[in-house]
């Protein structure tokens, strides 16, 4: 989907650039609880996100849910953070600056968070101060989601209201069938495949409550059954559809059958809001694949193209534990695309098209 802000009859400079915003969701300053708790506070009262009421939204999460939340999201983080920082936060710098240099001169790339810092607010200045031509956004999530696209989308929009000139404005909306996404994380799977048989591969993909998906389907076309097993001019915005669209030709890719791999949905809140979220649930199926005489599996987390906490100790690590305490002999991540070359080049090319 593009979203265009500018009169129809511009014309481009041959000396104009084109800039781009490549965003990722967000990361908190440090692994320090403070900063973890800065960073939940805005994430976790984000109406895209929690879709309550703003009233009982902001005393709930703020009030009680983040300062519970905080000191021990802050233990994981500091599990997870290296000496470079944040992985999702360094990822995308190195992504930002190597799409940089595939696309030249004539681009200006630059890079900002949904949640804290770099914030989109001071990405969209500096492409501003450039005075660019014209801004393709593109969110770093391969299946668009509300909460997460959407979120970024609506605040490029707010933010852009105030500009006295606009330029135009184009979203790459999603990119969960793209070819060149596709290539990279097919050869990063088949680079593990190669140094050791598995049993079965999972495809695991962050979880959203199934209220968000139905809010998207204006001709109540969902049933979270087979309607999701092709994509439709009714169904391309589905998260659900779009998940299973990404894992088919995943698996395609690695010449799978449909029985040698599992697409499942992980980092769920539980059962607090009494609302069911996508199934199957990752920690729950995986626990089941021991007995099925699955004991050495290759997990993919392809909602997610940087290394981040949901990918590298949520599936890596926690999900190694639980499958190990069933029975399992091996667990192994594959490691997300962060800046590799093939990544870089996908990138750089969906901006082109664009």
């Given at each position: ?5 500018a009169?129809m009859?511009?014309t481009?400079s041959?000396n ?7 965003v990722?969701l967000?990361?908190p300053d440090?692994p320090?609880?403070?900063d973890?708790r800065r960073?939940l ?6 109406g895209?996100?929690?879709d ?5 939204r902001?005393?709930?999460?703020q009030g ?5 939340r905080a000191?021990k999201s802050a233990?994981i983080?500091k599990e ?5 920082g944040?992985p999702?936060?360094?990822?995308g710098?190195?992504?930002q ?5 595939a696309l030249?001169e004539h681009y200006l790339?630059a890079?900002?968070?949904r949640y ?6 001071k990405a969209?200045?500096e ?10 956004v ?5 299946q668009?989601a509300s909460?997460?696209t959407g979120?970024?989308?609506?605040k490029?929009?707010d933010?852009?209201?105030?500009w006295?000139?606009?330029p135009s404005?184009?979203?790459i909306?999603?990119f969960?069938?793209d070819?060149?996404?596709?290539a990279?994380?097919?050869?990063r799977?088949r ?5 050791q048989h ?8 962050h ?7 139905k ?6 076309y969902?049933r ?12 391309q915005?589905?998260?659900r559809a ?8 995943i698996a395609?890719?690695l010449g ?5 791999y599992t697409?499942?949905?992980q980092s ?22 021991p007995a099925?005489g699955?004991?050495n599996?290759?997990a ?6 940087a ?5 590298t100790?949520e599936v890596g690590?926690?999900f190694k534990?639980?499958?190990e305490s ?5 667990w192994?991540l594959?490691p997300?695309?962060?800046?590799e070359?093939?990544?870089?080049e996908?990138v750089a ?5 664009n």
């Amino acid at each position: 989907m593009i979203l265009n802000f500018a009169p129809m009859n511009s014309t481009t400079s041959p000396n104009a650039r084109i800039g781009v915003l490549l965003v990722n969701l967000g990361t908190p300053d440090s692994p320090n609880t403070p900063d973890v708790r800065r960073y939940l506070n805005e994430f976790l009262t984000d109406g895209r996100v929690v879709d309550m009421p703003a009233a009982i939204r902001y005393p709930l999460f703020q009030g009680l849910v983040v300062p519970l939340r905080a000191p021990k999201s802050a233990k994981i983080y500091k599990e997870l953070w290296t000496e470079r920082g944040s992985p999702l936060l360094f990822h995308g710098l190195d992504l930002q600056a190597r799409v940089q240099e595939a696309l030249g001169e004539h681009y200006l790339v630059a890079f900002g968070m949904r949640y804290q810092k770099p914030s989109i607010e001071k990405a969209l200045e500096e492409l501003r101060a450039a005075a660019v031509e014209r801004i393709i956004v593109l969110p770093l999530f391969p299946q668009y989601a509300s909460a997460s696209t959407g979120s970024v989308q609506e605040k490029v929009m707010d933010l852009v209201k105030d500009w006295w000139v606009v330029p135009s404005i184009s979203f790459i909306s999603q990119f969960a069938t793209d070819p060149g996404f596709i290539a990279t994380i097919v050869a990063r799977g088949r680079a593990e495949m190669d140094k050791q048989h598995y049993d079965h591969v999972v495809l695991s993909y962050h979880g959203i409550p199934e209220r968000h998906v139905k809010k998207g389907d204006p001709t109540n076309y969902c049933r979270f059954g087979s309607c999701c097993d092709t994509l439709t001019p009714q169904n391309q915005y589905c998260y659900r559809a779009q998940c299973f669209a990404t894992s088919r030709l995943i698996a395609a890719g690695l010449g799978l059958q449909p029985e040698q791999y599992t697409v499942a949905f992980q980092s769920r809140l539980q059962s607090r809001l009494r609302d069911p979220w996508l199934q199957p649930y990752t920690d729950e199926a995986l626990k089941e694949f021991p007995a099925k005489g699955i004991k050495n599996v290759l997990a993919f987390s392809p909602a997610f193209v940087a290394d981040c906490l949901e990918t590298t100790i949520e599936v890596g690590e926690e999900f190694k534990e639980l499958f190990e305490s069933a029975g399992g002999q091996h667990w192994q991540l594959v490691p997300s695309l962060n800046s590799e070359p093939q990544w870089v080049e996908a990138v750089a090319a969906m901006v082109r098209r664009n």
